[in-house]
């Protein structure tokens, strides 16, 4: 018996924060499909909205002209999302650490950190531009 | 998004039902924002009901932030009710839980400015 093949998912999103809510309703799908247990259903469509406000709006600067895209790789044993933006990117580094006690009551600065608890892997590509997340079951 | 507004005494009360996600979110702060601005300085005491909050990002996270910050700077403060197992996992997870007093009934949260 061979492993079953890779399902491979394509979006690509003009650069409007409206759209996010149609970004919810397909990785919900997703993972319901995929059987992933409910906390992990939870965190990986909280990681994915961050993602996406992150590409949509720090990235593309909500200019509907660019484009987010959104590639999802179903395996039997995880889900990868690939996000990419037309944005300038940006260096991981320079992101302060919301959890330190200057940063805990700023009203912003958590997406790339939530994004991380939430999954199993996270990597940035292309000076951010292309994030990278997996999470297994 | 349905955010019901209602006054017991001098407590503010939102009735929140809805994800707390991404422009969702700005109803929300226009809200907090006219409250505050309305009570010119005085005092504010505020209880976010998030009984029907399924889900909140860290756009919500950030609107209950900044409220949390602005009505402490004139002595005021906003408390959560009936969070569900979603939103406490996520108020743990951004270190959170030392800011906001939490309550599991009305009573107890009004109790609480007491």
Known sequence: MGEKKQLRIFLSLPSTMQLIYLLDTIISDILREMKFNEEAQEHVNLAVIEAGTNAIKHGN??????????????DDDKLTVIITDEGPGFEREEVANPLEP??????SGR??????ACMDQVEYEAKGTIVKMVKYK | MQINLRHKGSVIILDIEGNLVG???????????DQIRTADHEPVFM?????????????????????YASVRRDNGRVVLLNIGGNIRSLIVMAKLVTIFDRYETEAEAIASFL
Do not use: H, Y
Request: charge should be negative; proline fraction near 2%; hydrophobic fraction near 45%.
């Open chain 2, 23 to 33: 422009p969702n979110t700005i109803e929300l702060k226009k809200i907090i924002d």
């Open chain 1, 61 to 74: 600067k909500e200019d509907t002209d660019k484009t987010a895209t959104f590639e999802f790789l179903i």
């Open chain 1, 111 to 116: 997406g790339l950190f939530l994004m991380e």
């Open chain 2, 47 to 67: 209880v976010l009901n998030l009984e029907r909050v399924q889900m909140m990002d860290s756009s919500g996270l950030g609107v209950i932030v900044a409220a």
């Open chain 1, 102 to 107: 200057e940063n805990l009551l700023k009203s």
